[in-house]
């Protein structure tokens, strides 16, 4: 993984995304994706792939911790053909009793935002701003409609993330080899070295949510515990007939009270002099 500032050299702090003066945003889709703007942003480290299952379980077997879906029954959004409430759903089993178990190398769901965020600080890290996280998505790429350039598919003709393909919510065909979540890192990296920061499931960031971007991040802290937060990258839910928005410049405000089936993080380490 890249190394950043000497002062951190342990490679479990993830990947370096550099200092950088970046357009982020776009024009040409969805309204809320506007305007394009002109931003700076420090350098920080950030997770090279989606939290696992695996590495929420480590925090959870170190804790103790009860995610909201597993307080006193609230359970999760499950999507299957439509969205509805499922009572048993968690991380463990996403789906709810009686399915399958979360598989170690699957990005862990289920997740509201006070879940991640206690993730994030039991290991000194934080989630990320909207900005840092387009910032690294975009790989070093200016401008470009998604992480890799602006072809929607590879020389080779094939999808380069896991989103739905065929007509939502009828049926996806699977032709990136997956119909549902896939295991994190089962395609390219970008130009970073980040995995799956389009698609497969949705991000949260600490911003709070607001249908035109902010020039300045807003910190977290500074607004009501339950406003809703901007998640990025899309998802496997997203089809091109439907939303299309597994691409950076791709914005959707979360419920922080809830987890669902399609929204995991991953999380970010600034420089101690960072401001």
């Known amino acids: ?16 995304i550099p200092a950088q003066t970046l357009t982020v945003g776009s024009e040409e889709h969805s309204a809320e994706e506007g305007p ?9 480290w950030i997770d090279s792939t989606e939290v696992t299952n695996a590495d929420f379980a480590k925090f959870v077997d170190a804790t103790g911790y009860l995610t909201v879906a597993e307080r006193d029954g ?6 299957e053909g439509a969205w509805h409430l499922e009572e048993t759903a968690s991380w463990r089993q996403p789906f709810g ?5 979360a598989r170690p190398d699957f990005p862990v769901v289920q997740i509201a935002y006070e879940d991640a965020l206690a993730y994030a600080r039991w290991l000194g890290r934080d989630l990320p701003t909207e900005i840092e996280w387009e910032a690294a998505a975009r790989g070093g790429i200016q401008n470009a409609i998604y992480t890799w350039g602006n072809e929607a598919r590879g020389a080779d003709g094939k999808p380069q993330t896991n989103h739905w393909q065929g007509i939502f919510p009828i049926v996806d065909t699977g032709d990136d080899g ?20 389009a698609g497969n499931v949705w991000e949260w960031t600490q911003d709070p949510w607001s249908d035109r971007r902010q020039t300045v991040t807003v910190a977290a802290a500074a607004t009501r515990e339950d406003a809703a937060r901007v998640i990025k990258g899309g998802s496997w839910l997203c089809a091109d007939n439907f939303c299309h928005r ?17 929204i995991g993080f991953r999380t970010v380490l600034r420089p101690r002099n960072s401001s």
């Open 1 to 16: 993984m890249s190394k950043g500032p000497d002062e951190i050299t342990d490679d479990k702090v993830g990947v370096w």
């Open 36 to 44: 394009r703007v002109v931003v700076s942003v420090a350098g920080f």
């Open 74 to 79: 609230a359970g999760g959004g499950v999507f």
């Open 97 to 101: 009793h009686h399915r399958e178990d």
């Open 178 to 197: 997956f119909e549902g979540l896939a295991p994190v890192a089962c395609f390219p990296a970008n130009g970073y070295g980040l995995y799956d920061m």
């Open 246 to 262: 597994y691409r950076p410049a791709s914005r959707q405000p979360g419920d922080p009270s809830i987890g669902t089936i399609h």
